[in-house]
């Protein structure tokens, strides 16, 4: 008889190890809540966000040229991932406001992209900063600095970024 009770111990004790590795329904479901009530907020934010920025573009914004400066193309993003950089600049009023984008790794190359060219640029009155460059439309045109008062840069790595590759 004692033999059986030193079994029955030890099968209790699988089993109890067992369950302390899974979490029950209870704790799932509340943990699903949970994750739900953090990241629902944010996803609506980011989601109306950018139904503004499109509203923006499409109702208080101007259509310029963008003049590319610098590219980059390939650049690392995160761990595993690459894009490519495109630094360009636009007049705006007596402005010269240079800007950057990134698009999908091996758009410069596939578009036939070059320092120099022109492309229709739609730009927000109120922020700079949102824009729409569009690289399907290459426009013929040359760039003049008459009548330009000053230059605005993103950042000073910026500014020196294309300081050094002139």
Do not use: W
């Not at 949970?34 to 914004?61: A, T």
């Not at 894009?83 to 009023?93: M, N, R, S």
Request: aromatic share 10%; proline share 1%; net charge positive.
């Amino acid at each position: 008889m004692g033999g059986n009770k030193k079994k029955k111990k030890v099968q209790n004790n699988r089993s109890k190890k067992h369950n302390t590795k899974q979490l029950g329904l209870r704790k799932r479901v509340k943990i699903a809540f949970i994750l739900i009530g953090l990241f629902s907020p944010l996803f609506v934010y980011i989601f109306f966000k950018n139904q503004e920025r499109k509203e923006l573009l499409e109702n208080d914004s101007f259509q310029t040229v963008a003049f590319i400066e610098y590219l980059k193309p390939r650049q690392r993003k995160g761990i595993n991932g690459s894009v490519d950089v495109i630094y360009f600049k636009f007049i705006h009023g007596d402005t010269v406001v240079h800007s950057i984008k990134q698009t999908m790794a091996g758009r410069i190359s596939s578009k036939a992209i070059k320092i120099g060219n022109a492309y229709e640029l739609t730009v927000v009155n109120s922020d700079n900063d949102i824009f729409k460059l569009n690289i399907d439309k290459r426009i013929d045109s040359c760039y003049s600095n008459v009548g330009v008062k000053c230059h605005k840069y993103k950042s000073e790595r910026h500014k020196q970024n294309i300081k050094n590759k002139r």
